[in-house]
């Protein structure tokens, strides 16, 4: 009887799996290759627009605690010391300066996500609106745009940090540190290249958070062909 029992339950499961897979693929059908990369490119524009709208302004990343940028693990020790020493304000101004730093940096991702844009192909877009993935998209974005981004990013967090004076008042924390300074890690030694990648993360963080709204929920999806293709998915 167990085993007459156990052959019911799988035959009942693979049923099931079955009216799920036809439900997806009749899902899928009902939408074109030119609806869905639409859609898609819609959706990847105003997770776009969202991002560098809310992270390229002032206190975009420092008044964001998702996204700010903190002191580098391996500065943290040295910024006790530097507050003991006197020099709290220095450390808070320092900290300021990498998030305005990202801040500065972030508007120029609007070309460079277009760009990427133009690669995704019908297919790409079948599979990343049917991936079951709530960011997806953002994902796609992040294989073909990250490198680039990079190298759009560094030069002006080089230049901001430069200018203001960051770099300097790093060089001062650290030799107040003295020989704790041998063991502040790959960030701290490569301040610039840190500040970058947090931008890149704090950007892909918000187009993730905005592609998630438009799946999950309909006020976000706010034309109809966000309406129709995301729409199915429910």
């Given at each position: 009887?167990?085993?007459?029992?156990?052959?019911?339950?799988?035959?009942?499961?693979?049923?099931?799996a079955?009216?799920?897979?036809?439900?997806?693929?009749?899902?899928?059908?009902?939408?074109?290759?030119?609806?869905?990369?639409?859609?898609?490119?819609?959706?990847?524009?105003?997770?776009?627009?969202?991002?560098?709208?809310?992270?390229?302004?002032?206190?975009?990343?420092?008044?964001?605690?998702?996204?700010?940028?903190?002191?580098?693990?391996?500065?943290?020790?040295?910024?006790?010391?530097?507050?003991f020493?006197?020099?709290?304000?220095?450390?808070d101004d320092?900290?300021?300066?990498?998030?305005?730093?990202?801040?500065?940096?972030?508007?120029?991702?609007?070309?460079?996500?277009?760009?990427?844009?133009?690669?995704?192909?019908?297919?790409?877009?079948?599979k990343?609106?049917?991936?079951?993935?709530?960011?997806?998209?953002?994902?796609?974005?992040?294989?073909?745009?990250?490198?680039?981004l990079?190298?759009?990013?560094?030069?002006?967090?080089?230049?901001?940090?430069?200018?203001?004076?960051?770099?300097?008042?790093?060089?001062?924390?650290?030799?107040?540190?003295?020989?704790?300074?041998?063991?502040?890690?790959?960030?701290?030694?490569?301040?610039?290249?840190?500040?970058?990648?947090?931008?890149?993360?704090?950007?892909?963080?918000m187009i993730?958070?905005?592609?998630?709204?438009?799946?999950?929920?309909?006020?976000?999806?706010?034309?109809?062909?966000?309406?129709?293709?995301?729409g199915?998915?429910?």
């Open positions: 009887m167990k085993i007459l029992r156990m052959i019911a339950v799988r035959g009942a499961m693979v049923a099931v079955a009216t799920l897979l036809f439900a997806t693929n009749a899902s899928a059908q009902k939408i074109s290759d030119a609806a869905a990369a639409l859609g898609l490119k819609e959706a990847l524009v105003k997770g776009v627009d969202f991002a560098v709208d809310s992270l390229g302004q002032e206190d975009g990343f420092f008044g964001n605690e998702d996204v700010k940028i903190p002191l580098p693990k391996g500065l943290k020790s040295i910024a006790r010391v530097a507050k020493s006197g020099y709290g304000d220095r450390v320092f900290e300021l300066a990498m998030n305005r730093a990202a801040e500065k940096a972030v508007p120029v991702a609007k070309d460079v996500f277009l760009d990427s844009l133009k690669q995704m192909t019908f297919d790409d877009a079948r990343i609106l049917f991936s079951g993935e709530d960011d997806a998209a953002t994902q796609f974005f992040r294989r073909t745009s990250e490198e680039t990079r190298g759009k990013f560094r030069p002006i967090v080089e230049q901001f940090t430069e200018e203001t004076g960051v770099t300097n008042s790093y060089k001062r924390m650290v030799e107040k540190a003295g020989w704790m300074a041998r063991f502040a890690g790959k960030e701290a030694n490569d301040l610039d290249g840190y500040v970058t990648q947090k931008a890149l993360d704090g950007t892909f963080y993730a958070l905005e592609e998630k709204k438009i799946r999950k929920d309909p006020i976000g999806r706010t034309s109809k062909i966000l309406r129709d293709v995301f199915i998915l429910k």
